[in-house]
């Protein structure tokens, strides 16, 4: 919860901030924030304060592939004629909507944590998505700086995985490779390396469990298509070089 002062008068009010993250159009999302603002007034309610509620603002960052055309205010899902609607839910306001689709590359100003991730959710779908992030590399090494180890290491290490995972990537190494040379020579590269350690060691106990249902053969294709160290290969499938030479060449 915020405390934040009002422009227009010398008070200050509470304010409670809901971000929803969505990747697809949800038609009920007006009644699930609604939900959400009233257990949030109920959790926070203050009976010492003249009015004892906070105020409960509702966003959702919206970036999917489909233009958002579905309901955005709780009065467009009651199921009555309008006017009785106006009368009893004519207060409710439609929740803000940040759609990534109306919102230009050049406005997205900062460089913050929070302004690298609206930028690569806006273009986690779009096809030249590696060439963008290896453009935005000095904003990324400025919002990790302005973070501690711990947070930028959390940040990052999420990042990764989110972008890894929903991006359309063809080659997992040239993905590590942006990255990799992005954040080379740089304070930040300490960052790095300790989330590319971490997902490495995943991925090779990950390799590890996979071969005994698919095969060393098939999962060690696969980790030498990733661009995976030889070693680690080695470690996860118990092949010998040799072996994984051959299958190299």
């Given at each position: 919860?915020?405390?934040?002062?009002?422009l227009?008068?010398?008070?200050?009010?509470?304010?409670?901030?809901?971000?929803?993250?969505?990747?697809?159009?949800?038609?009920?999302?007006?009644?699930?924030?609604?939900?959400?603002?009233?257990?949030?007034?109920?959790?926070?309610?203050?009976?010492?304060?003249?009015k004892?509620?906070?105020?409960?603002v509702?966003?959702?960052?919206y970036?999917?592939?489909?233009h958002?055309?579905?309901?955005?205010c709780?009065?467009?899902?009651?199921?009555?004629?309008?006017?009785p609607?106006?009368?009893?839910?004519?207060?409710?306001?439609?929740?803000?909507?940040?759609?990534?689709?109306?919102?230009?590359?050049?406005?997205?100003?900062?460089a913050t944590?929070?302004?690298y991730?609206?930028?690569?959710?806006?273009?986690?779908?779009?096809?030249?998505?590696?060439?963008?992030?290896?453009?935005?590399?000095?904003?990324?090494?400025?919002?990790?700086?302005?973070?501690?180890?711990?947070?930028?290491?959390?940040?990052?290490?999420?990042?990764?995985n989110?972008?890894?995972?929903?991006?359309?990537?063809?080659?997992?190494?040239d993905?590590?490779?942006?990255?990799?040379?992005?954040?080379?020579?740089?304070?930040?590269?300490?960052?790095?390396?300790?989330v590319?350690?971490?997902?490495?060691?995943?991925?090779?106990?990950?390799?590890?469990?996979?071969?005994k249902?698919?095969?060393?053969?098939?999962?060690?294709?696969?980790?030498v298509?990733?661009?995976?160290?030889?070693?680690?290969?080695v470690?996860?499938?118990?092949?010998?070089?040799?072996?994984?030479?051959?299958?190299?060449?």
């Amino acid at each position: 919860m915020y405390k934040v002062p009002c422009l227009e008068s010398e008070e200050d009010a509470f304010l409670y901030l809901i971000l929803e993250h969505q990747s697809q159009v949800d038609r009920e999302m007006p009644f699930r924030l609604w939900q959400y603002a009233t257990h949030i007034m109920s959790e926070n309610y203050n009976p010492k304060r003249e009015k004892p509620l906070p105020l409960v603002v509702p966003m959702v960052l919206y970036h999917g592939k489909k233009h958002y055309r579905a309901p955005t205010c709780l009065t467009q899902l009651v199921d009555a004629p309008s006017m009785p609607i106006e009368d009893v839910l004519g207060h409710f306001q439609p929740f803000y909507l940040l759609n990534t689709h109306d919102i230009a590359d050049d406005d997205i100003h900062g460089a913050t944590a929070a302004h690298y991730m609206v930028y690569s959710l806006k273009s986690i779908f779009q096809k030249d998505f590696l060439p963008k992030i290896k453009a935005t590399m000095p904003i990324l090494r400025d919002a990790l700086g302005q973070l501690g180890q711990h947070d930028a290491v959390k940040f990052f290490e999420a990042l990764m995985n989110y972008l890894s995972r929903e991006a359309d990537i063809s080659d997992k190494k040239d993905f590590i490779d942006v990255f990799e040379d992005g954040l080379r020579g740089q304070p930040e590269e300490k960052v790095f390396m300790t989330v590319y350690e971490q997902l490495r060691a995943e991925t090779v106990e990950q390799m590890g469990s996979a071969w005994k249902q698919e095969g060393r053969q098939e999962v060690a294709e696969k980790m030498v298509a990733m661009g995976m160290a030889l070693s680690d290969v080695v470690a996860a499938t118990g092949m010998t070089v040799a072996e994984i030479d051959k299958i190299r060449r």
